[in-house]
């Protein structure tokens, strides 16, 4: 069963894109529907995620398209990346997370590092010769980020790492991990200080691969740091700096997270369209009833309320607008909330056999359900919207 929609009732280039941005879109498009949907099912059963699909990411050009040309990026936008990462949501969602993953894990640099550690780090990023990660969450410290354990102790010459950290995205297969760590614990978030890890570093050992309900392929570790060295010049910024780099952060990914929820939802609502017009019930398709019809309409319109959301915090993020953290909270928790209900009524359109593995409806719903806990999850969107209110 597809879930394609034709091109001439597809509304999902509705906001302002440019030619090279709706290029973009098309051509992802049809590497995701000709590569990667074909595979959508296995990749998610089997929890690993194909070397080969990686490889053609990288030569497309999907890795590097955030990066800036300096660094041998694509000088994509954060809207460009948004319109790219919705299509491969639509067809397999743990592809989605590959180059998101990838950005989330670089921002830290981006948003910290110096020029010296940009050009040491991000060219190899950009190209997918290196993979990172990012190491905040911890086992007591999830939403508490200033309540991290982990500590990166000067020695005089190098910072020596202790702690651990947990749910860690592509910790097993990253050459670099971006790490805080308290470098003052007097002094709560403002002693946390930022890190690239070498991955490969002695003391840096890779723990339990967490075995989760949704996106199985996205591998989820704990990661542990026993006396590891980490030279002066792997700091990002001053010490002191790391939570507001964390921040920074997650404030320009969030609408990342959002847009996969757009994509998520999109594929489902397609798969649905599709089975209710092959499926007939009391001698018609149960497209024609009425009451099946409120429900899509209903859910087309909130996949197209989350996708104006998202793509507009893109663009304040983009612009340097104020309201940039604001934004992009509200395009997150909107948006993955949105993927939730949507792909919940997408199993009910499809009664029985949306609870069946070989439809993809139950993929999607498994994989909505993290959306709305990654990258902060949407009770703490809603207090960092309020916060931003309140100012």
């Known amino acids: 069963m597809g879930n394609q ?3 001439e009732h597809d ?12 290029m973009i879109r098309q051509s992802v498009r049809r590497f995701a529907e000709e590569k990667v949907a074909p595979l959508a099912g296995e990749i998610e059963e089997s929890g690993h995620y194909p070397d080969e699909l990686i490889r053609m990411m990288n030569q497309q050009g999907i890795t590097g ?8 990026g694509g000088g994509g936008s954060l809207l460009t990346m948004c319109v790219a990462i919705e299509e491969l949501a639509k067809v397999c969602a743990n592809t989605a997370m590959v180059p998101t993953t990838q950005e989330l894990g670089a921002m830290p640099i981006v948003v910290g590092g110096n020029e010296e550690q940009k050009r040491r780090f991000l060219p190899q990023i950009a190209s997918g010769a290196a993979r990172v990660s990012f190491a905040l969450t911890e086992p007591d410290a999830g939403s508490d980020v200033a309540g991290m354990q982990t500590k990166a102790i000067f020695d005089g010459e190098n910072y020596i790492l202790n702690g651990s950290k ?30 690239v890890v070498d991955r490969h570093s002695p003391g840096v050992i890779i723990g339990k691969k967490e075995n989760k309900m949704g996106f199985r392929a996205l591998t989820s570790c704990e990661v542990y740091f026993e006396n590891v ?15 507001k780099i964390a921040m920074k952060t997650l404030d320009k990914t969030r609408p990342l997270v959002g847009v996969i929820g757009v994509g998520l939802a999109q594929g489902a609502l397609d798969a649905a369209i599709a089975y209710t017009k ?5 001698g018609k398709p149960i497209s024609q009833f009425q009451g099946l019809q409120w429900m899509m309409a209903d859910m087309a319109m909130q996949i197209e309320a989350a996708r104006q959301l998202v793509y507009k915090a893109a663009s304040v993020i983009d612009n340097g607008e104020p309201g940039g953290p604001l934004y992009g909270a509200m395009a997150k928790c909107f948006a ?14 499809l009664g029985g056999v949306g ?8 993929r999607y719903f498994r994989q909505a359900k993290l959306l709305q806990i990654v990258e902060g999850t949407n009770q703490i969107q809603r207090i960092v919207i309020s916060q931003q209110l309140l100012q």
Request: some cysteine; aromatic content about 12%; proline content about 4%.
């Open 5 to 7: 929609v034709s091109e």
């Open 11 to 22: 509304i999902r280039h509705s906001y302002s894109l440019t030619e090279e941005q709706e």
């Open 65 to 72: 398209l955030p990066y800036d040309t300096a660094y041998n």
């Open 166 to 195: 947990r749910f860690i995205s592509y910790a097993d297969v990253a050459d670099l991990i971006c790490v805080f760590a308290k470098t003052d614990p007097s002094k709560g978030a403002k002693g946390v200080s930022a890190f």
């Open 229 to 243: 060295v980490i030279p002066v010049e792997n700091r990002l910024g001053n010490e002191g700096d790391g939570f």
């Open 278 to 282: 092959d499926r007939k019930q009391f």
């Open 336 to 349: 993955t909330d949105t993927a939730m209900k949507v792909t919940t009524d997408a199993i009910q359109l």
């Open 355 to 362: 609870y069946m593995k070989e439809f993809p409806t139950e």
